[in-house]
């Protein structure tokens, strides 16, 4: 009986800790990942876009999060117009529309593209950069200039600086037949980070919004996947598979070579902490330390001097405290402790021994000899100036 209450014993300690290690899982795997939970509007992190999404959907736009791949989205909406895709993708390295993009946009709708990596150059990294709905703040030293998108679009595609400044360009916009492209250097224009900065917010309201139109959040890049509905798409190079490739997507295979080693390292090592702790045996009995003694000398000082505080009992501080420091000074300067001397002759003996300034000693006479009570501060002003005498006699002895 007694092994099997043992035993028992130990799956419970077993499983406590691997519930422990589940949950440390679930909340690394969150808060890691590779990356692409930069710019997603489900992100309440400062680089994410919850506080912007959840303005727009506060002011009754038309906004939902789009979590199917652009094929897919294309043919969703096949008979419909003006609708504009917001994208925050802060590893996009190349500017590079598909042919699929350039013919949805050519239709008449929008692609926002927050994130596009321009040069950086040698100006400063902070700036406020004016704009009609107010001063917006810029984090980076990436600009847009001339020819910089050219064999991308068209030779003939009409360009508009939406943001700018003597350095070149932040926020462009290219018009592609009856549709429009806009581009910006920086991912974070209204990150969570930028909540206070309530143009930054309403800057990019503005261009997502044209003639109410229904706006759409891509969610998809940031690995928000509608699997209901979806096209099978090959997780290694995004393109659509045929009917025949598909049974073969999202299996056990395919989701351990798409997980971040750090993921299953974390697993392993926790794995071999499990192990290590199921084979441990007790420690050793329970040691309760000892409580320090107590200095009853000690606490009737502290006790009384804080009922002397309370009271507010300087003078009591005064006579006691000064009539010993006095004592003890006259016996170090050959005066005798039998009796207190008078306060001239104890400061002309100071002046022969000690060949120094008799100010200090001097405050301290004249306060004990006053009868007004101290402030807290003038009370540690006092009994700094006694410990500093002490320091100075005890030079001579």
């Known amino acids: 009986m007694a092994d099997f209450k043992k035993l028992l014993k130990q799956y419970w300690q077993l499983g406590l800790v691997a519930a422990i290690a589940i949950v440390l899982l679930t909340i690394v795997s969150a808060t890691s990942g590779d990356g692409r939970q930069t710019g997603s509007s489900y992100s309440i992190a400062a680089n994410g876009y919850n506080a912007w999404y959840q303005m727009m959907f506060d002011r009754g736009i038309n906004i939902q999060r789009w979590q199917k791949s652009f094929p897919q989205l294309t043919k969703t909406f096949a008979d419909r117009e003006s609708i504009t895709l917001l994208q925050i993708n802060p590893k996009l390295e190349r500017f590079d529309l598909t042919n699929l993009q350039k013919a949805?946009?050519?239709?008449?709708?929008?692609?926002?593209?927050?994130?596009?990596?321009?040069?950086?150059?040698?100006?400063?990294?902070?700036?406020?950069?004016?704009?009609?709905?107010?001063?917006?703040?810029?984090?980076?030293?990436?600009?847009?200039?001339?020819?910089?998108?050219?064999?991308?679009?068209?030779?003939?595609?009409?360009?508009?600086?939406?943001?700018?400044?003597?350095?070149?360009?932040?926020?462009?916009?290219?018009?592609?037949?009856?549709?429009?492209?806009?581009?910006?250097?920086?991912?974070?224009?209204?990150?969570?980070?930028?909540?206070?900065?309530?143009?930054?917010?309403?800057?990019?309201?503005?261009?997502?919004?044209?003639?109410?139109?229904?706006?759409?959040?891509?969610?998809?890049?940031h690995g928000y996947i509608d699997r209901t509905r979806q096209l099978a798409i090959d997780p290694k190079t995004g393109k659509i598979l045929?009917?025949?490739?598909?049974?073969?997507?999202?299996?056990?295979?395919?989701?351990?070579?798409?997980?971040?080693?750090?993921?299953?390292?974390?697993?392993?090592?926790?794995?071999?902490?499990?192990?290590?702790?199921?084979?441990?045996?007790?420690?050793?009995?329970?040691?309760?330390?000892?409580?320090?003694?107590?200095d009853n000398s000690e606490a009737y000082i502290q006790a009384l001097g804080g009922v002397l505080r309370q009271a507010n009992s300087s003078d009591f501080v005064l006579q006691n405290i000064g009539r010993a420091e006095q004592l003890s000074w006259q016996q170090k300067l050959g005066l005798g402790k039998e009796r207190l001397v008078e306060t001239q002759i104890l400061i002309s003996a100071w002046e022969d021994r000690m060949k120094s300034p008799t100010d200090d000693l001097r405050f301290v006479l004249q306060l004990m000899a006053g009868e007004r009570r101290l402030t807290p501060a003038e009370l540690t002003i006092w009994l700094t100036k006694i410990h500093k005498i002490d320091r100075q006699l005890k030079i001579i002895n």
Request: aromatic share 10%; charged share 20%.
């Open 242 to 294: 045929p009917e025949e490739q598909t049974d073969n997507v999202g299996d056990a295979f395919g989701y351990l070579a798409s997980t971040p080693l750090i993921i299953v390292f974390l697993n392993l090592l926790l794995g071999i902490l499990v192990l290590v702790w199921q084979q441990n045996r007790r420690f050793g009995k329970i040691i309760i330390p000892k409580l320090p003694e107590l």
């Open 104 to 221: 949805w946009v050519s239709q008449g709708n929008t692609i926002v593209i927050l994130g596009v990596t321009a040069p950086a150059w040698d100006i400063p990294f902070r700036t406020e950069l004016e704009s009609p709905q107010g001063n917006v703040k810029i984090e980076t030293t990436r600009r847009f200039r001339t020819n910089f998108i050219k064999n991308e679009l068209s030779n003939d595609t009409f360009s508009t600086a939406i943001l700018n400044d003597k350095f070149g360009s932040i926020i462009t916009q290219f018009k592609l037949e009856k549709g429009q492209i806009i581009i910006a250097t920086t991912p974070n224009l209204a990150a969570n980070a930028y909540q206070d900065f309530r143009p930054n917010y309403e800057l990019l309201a503005k261009l997502v919004t044209k003639d109410r139109q229904q706006i759409l959040v891509d969610e998809y890049i």
